[in-house]
C-alpha cells in the first residue's frame, strides 16, 4: 500500500501534473488497490476538506498581506528600519532582517513577504554596492521567517491536519523565529566586510522618532494579533479576520494609499492565492482519509518500532527525510501529505506534538530554499532577475545557519516547550 500511495503519487508528480491533481489519483489509485472505489467519497471528502472553520484565516490573512502590500505599511517597515540601522556597515543587510520579522508578524506568508522585500531592498542593495547575489540570498533566507513567527499559514494548515491547537502553535514560533533572525544577523555581519558599500547617514533622533511615528499603525498590527490571541480574546480565525480589516483600514483611511477602485484587483489577487491553497488542502484530504482507511500509519509505527524508544533518533531520522522531501515539493502539499502519517509516530514515541510542529514548519521552510522546487529562491530569482546557480553562491552561509538553529532545536527541546509555557 505504501509503494502504491507513494509509487503513482511521484510519478504523477513527475510527468509533470499538478501537485492537487497528482494528490486526487494517488488517492484514486489507493482507492483501487483497496477494492473501495467510489467517486462520491472522493466528492465528499473534497467538500469536506475545504469546508472547515480554521481554514478560513487562510483567505482572511492571504487579503491582510495584499492590503499591507498595496496600503502602504511594508513600505513604512523598511523606512522605520532605515532610520534605525541604515547607517551602520552592512546596514541595508539588518534592515532587511528586521523587516523579514515585522513582515512575518503581519501575514504569514513567505512567497508574499519575500516578493514585497524583495523588490523594495535589492534595488537600493545593488545601488549602494552589496553584492547582488548575497543580498539576494539574505532576503529570501529571512522570508522564510514568515511561516513561523505568528501569524503563520503553516501552523494553520499544520494544526487543521493535526489537530494541534493552531494558538499554541503559534505562540511556540515566536522564540524560534527570532533564533533564526538573530543567525541571521550574525552570519550577515560576518559576510557583508566583503562588501565596499555607501552607508546611510545616520538619522537624528527627531527623524527616528517620526518614522516610528509613520510605522506606529503598521507595527500595531502584530500587537493586536498575539495580544488577542494571548489573551484568549480571539481565535486565529477571527485573529485573521481582525488583521484583513485593520490592514484596510489602515491603508484606506490612514495612509489613503488603497482606493475604492483598487479594492476589487485587490480581493482578485488574495482570492486567487487562496484558491491554489484550499484546493491543495482539499485534495491532500482525500489522500488522507485513504491513509487512515488504509491503515498506513499503524504501517509506519510497524517499521520504526526498534526505534521508538529513542524519541531523538525518531526526530533526527524524521527531520533528515523532511529535509530530502523539501528539495522536490512545495510547503504546503508536504505538510498535508506527511502530517497524517506522521503524527501518529510522534505521539506513540511521546513527543510533543506542538514542539513536533514547530519543528516541522521550520523544516518544511528551509525547503523553500532548496533547488530545485524551492519557491523563495524562484521568487527571489525572479525579482532580482539572477539565476539559481548565482543565489545559491550567495545564500549557502544564511542556509547554513538556519539548518544549525533547526539542529539546536531538535537537541534542545526547552528552546521551544519553556517560553511556550510562558506565553500560554
Known amino acids: 500500500m505504501i509503494g502504491v500511495f507513494i509509487g503513482s503519487l511521484l510519478g504523477t508528480m513527475a510527468l509533470g501534473m499538478p501537485i ?5 489519483l494517488s488517492g484514486v489509485a489507493l ?5 473501495i472505489f467510489d467517486s462520491q467519497i472522493i466528492a465528499q471528502n473534497l467538500i469536506n476538506g475545504a469546508d472547515n472553520f480554521p481554514l478560513m484565516a487562510i483567505p482572511f490573512f492571504m487579503l491582510a498581506g495584499e492590503a499591507m502590500n498595496a496600503g502602504g505599511l511594508s513600505q513604512r517597515i523598511v523606512q522605520m528600519a532605515m532610520s534605525m540601522v541604515g547607517h551602520i556597515r552592512g546596514g541595508l543587510g539588518y534592515v532587511a532582517i528586521i523587516a523579514s520579522v515585522l513582515f512575518a508578524s503581519l501575514s504569514g506568508s513567505a512567497v508574499a513577504d519575500t516578493a514585497a522585500l524583495g523588490a523594495i531592498l535589492i534595488p537600493m542593495m545593488v545601488k549602494s554596492g552589496y553584492d547582488i547575489n548575497r543580498s539576494s540570498g539574505l532576503i529570501a ?22 489537530g494541534v491547537s493552531i494558538t499554541k502553535l503559534f505562540m511556540a514560533g515566536i522564540v524560534p523565529g527570532v533564533m533564526l533572525a538573530v543567525g541571521l544577523c550574525v552570519t550577515w555581519a560576518i559576510v557583508a566586510h566583503k562588501d565596499k558599500v555607501q552607508v546611510a547617514p545616520r538619522k ?3 527623524e527616528i522618532l517620526i518614522s516610528i511615528r509613520q510605522g506606529f499603525w503598521a507595527l500595531l498590527l502584530p500587537v ?3 495580544g488577542g490571541l494571548r489573551g484568549g480574546i480571539f481565535t486565529p480565525t477571527e485573529a485573521a479576520v481582525v488583521a484583513a480589516v485593520y490592514a484596510l483600514f489602515v491603508g484606506m483611511v490612514i495612509y489613503r494609499q488603497i482606493k475604492v477602485a483598487d479594492l476589487y484587483q485587490l480581493l482578485v489577487r488574495a482570492a486567487k492565492m487562496t484558491s491554489v491553497v484550499m484546493f491543495l488542502v482539499a485534495a491532500a484530504l482525500v489522500s488522507s482519509w485513504l491513509i487512515t482507511v488504509a491503515n498506513l500509519p ?4 510497524g517499521l520504526l518500532e526498534p526505534f521508538m524508544e529513542h524519541p531523538l533518533l525518531i526526530l533526527l531520522m524524521i527531520n533528515l527525510l523532511i529535509i ?8 504546503t502539499p508536504t505538510i498535508l501529505i506527511l502530517t497524517p502519517v506522521l503524527m501518529p509516530v510522534i505521539q506513540q514515541a511521546g513527543i510533543d506534538p506542538v514542539y513536533f510542529g514547530v519543528l516541522f514548519i521550520i523544516n518544511n521552510a528551509i525547503g523553500l530554499l532548496t533547488p530545485p522546487v524551492g519557491t523563495v529562491l524562484n521568487v527571489v530569482c525572479g525579482v532580482s532577475k539572477i539565476s539559481m546557480e548565482d543565489i545559491m553562491k550567495g545564500i549557502w552561509p544564511f542556509l547554513l545557519v538556519e539548518v544549525i538553529v533547526l539542529i539546536l532545536l531538535i537537541l534542545f527541546p526547552s528552546l521551544v516547550t519553556v517560553p511556550l509555557k510562558w506565553f500560554t
Open 31 to 35: 482507492m483501487f488497490f483497496l477494492g
Open 224 to 226: 493586536i494579533i498575539i
Open 298 to 301: 499503524a504501517q509506519v509505527i
Open 204 to 206: 537624528s533622533i527627531k
Open 20 to 24: 492537487a491533481f497528482a494528490l486526487l
Open 324 to 331: 530530502l522531501i523539501g528539495t522536490a515539493m512545495d510547503m
Open 141 to 162: 533566507s529571512g522570508g522564510i521567517i514568515a511561516p513561523i513567527i505568528p501569524p503563520s499559514i503553516g501552523f494553520i494548515i499544520f494544526g487543521v491536519t493535526s
